[in-house]
């Protein structure tokens, strides 16, 4: 069994990326891994030192976070902090047995810890696109699309598409060239697991042709308990961040053009705008898993109506392990996990009219049924959480084979 030293932002769940880091570490250290923990910053799950997995938090703040903003702004461009501290956990570690797996340096761990992670044996996992582009997601803010230019080429350095102003956007760009020419990623990496083929499609040009790239999708709990009679339901259903490029208001819109009910698990800078669109909407706030599963039981279909690319949308897999019917935006890559027509539909990409027909043509009973069934059995070919730790072992076996024949012998320990 290897070392797995997991690398990311964050210790406790504050997203899906973290979500992977934490309950991965967990399951790698439940099947006989041993596995440490670097974050850059706290809380720590608890459940980490419960399961006897080190964890060491670099600093106090995210970027986000931190009051004093001058400091935010250097760490988050280069933080030797996090660099050092990651280097100190290696040399503590046999090298020849030891395989970094980096899911996220974005929020405040920094481009720094690059030359550290590739000078060991490694895997990075693509949460999100910040290998590539400046704001991480491939969207237009500004204009409220997808972007096509190229990462940092004169149309992207011309462009303001930053969520917060025209200064953030030149902090990104600063730290993108950091990235790329200072750090070495993504050019030094050389395992690379993605999330769905079409995310590969969307970053083949930026990544190194000489990576070895591995389909790892994300995994999801075991479902107890029967297929969720969504023909019986009438709720319709989003759970996720309220943020604008998620589409929330696309949806209370077609829900109100519907005259259907829906309720938004999930909290956000764009609640009251979704409240604005659609008055009779139920603004339920983030609910812990038992209380979400409740929900998703009592719910007729589940909505992802994202306006950017996304990278794989959990929740989707999660109402599929269900039963429930999943209606996707047609141009983000959670569409690769419904099959059209079969366990939900496809809905053109910020219409609240093409949504309010799809959404209609689920008060078919006999149609929602027929959905649900299908929804229920592909959703049973996702892995669960001890899949994944043997997926991820698996990788790993091969990626220390590589690096003691082909690397060990050119560097020197980090």
């Given at each position: ?135 991480g997601g491939f969207y237009d803010h500004r204009a409220g699309e997808i972007c096509s230019r190229t990462a940092l080429g004169r149309d992207c350095l011309g462009t303001n598409c930053d969520a917060r102003n025209a200064g953030h ?246």
């Amino acid at each position: 069994m290897p070392h797995v030293v997991i690398v990311n932002d964050h210790a406790a769940i504050n997203g899906g990326q973290a979500r992977i880091a934490i309950d991965s570490a967990l399951w790698l250290r439940r099947a006989g891994a041993e596995v440490s923990f670097l974050a850059g910053v706290g809380p720590v799950d608890p459940r980490l030192a419960e399961a006897g997995i080190p964890c060491e938090v670099v600093g106090r703040h995210d970027i986000a976070s931190d009051p004093v903003r001058l400091r935010a702004a250097a760490l988050g461009l280069w933080n030797p902090g996090a660099a050092r501290a990651l280097s100190r956990m290696l040399r503590a570690l046999p090298r020849d047995d030891t395989v970094v797996h980096l899911h996220g340096w974005s929020k405040y761990l920094s481009p720094s810890i690059g030359p550290v992670v590739t000078r060991a044996a490694h895997v990075c996992t693509l949460h999100e696109y910040f290998l590539a582009c400046p704001n991480g997601g491939f969207y237009d803010h500004r204009a409220g699309e997808i972007c096509s230019r190229t990462a940092l080429g004169r149309d992207c350095l011309g462009t303001n598409c930053d969520a917060r102003n025209a200064g953030h956007k030149a902090w990104r760009v600063a730290r993108q060239a950091l990235l790329w020419h200072g750090a070495g990623l993504p050019a030094r990496l050389r395992d690379i697991l993605y999330l769905s083929p079409r995310q590969i499609g969307i970053l083949h040009r930026y990544l190194p042709a000489q990576a070895h790239l591995h389909h790892v999708p994300n995994p999801v709990e075991a479902v107890p308990g029967d297929r969720v009679r969504a023909e019986h339901n009438d709720t319709i259903l989003f759970v996720g961040r309220l943020s604008a490029e998620k589409g929330a208001e696309v949806v209370a819109r077609a829900a109100a053009i519907a005259g259907l009910p829906i309720a938004f698990a999930g909290t956000g800078e764009r609640g009251a705008a979704v409240r604005a669109a659609n008055p009779e909407a139920r603004m339920l706030g983030w609910l812990d898993p038992a209380r979400l599963d409740r929900l998703m039981r009592r719910a007729r279909c589940v909505v992802f109506p994202s306006l950017w690319y996304e990278t794989y949308g959990l929740v989707v897999v999660e109402a599929l392990r269900r039963g429930l019917p999943v209606l996707v935006s047609r141009d983000c890559v959670a569409a690769d996990l419904v099959q059209h027509g079969s366990s939900g539909f496809h809905v053109e990409t910020g219409n609240p009219e093409a949504w309010a027909r799809q959404m209609l043509r689920l008060a078919d009973p006999g149609l929602t049924r027929r959905l649900s069934l299908q929804a229920h059995r592909a959703g049973q070919a996702f892995p669960d959480y001890p899949a994944h730790a043997r997926q991820l072992l698996q990788i790993y076996g091969g990626v220390l084979q590589r690096w003691q024949r082909d690397m060990a012998p050119l560097g020197q320990p980090a």
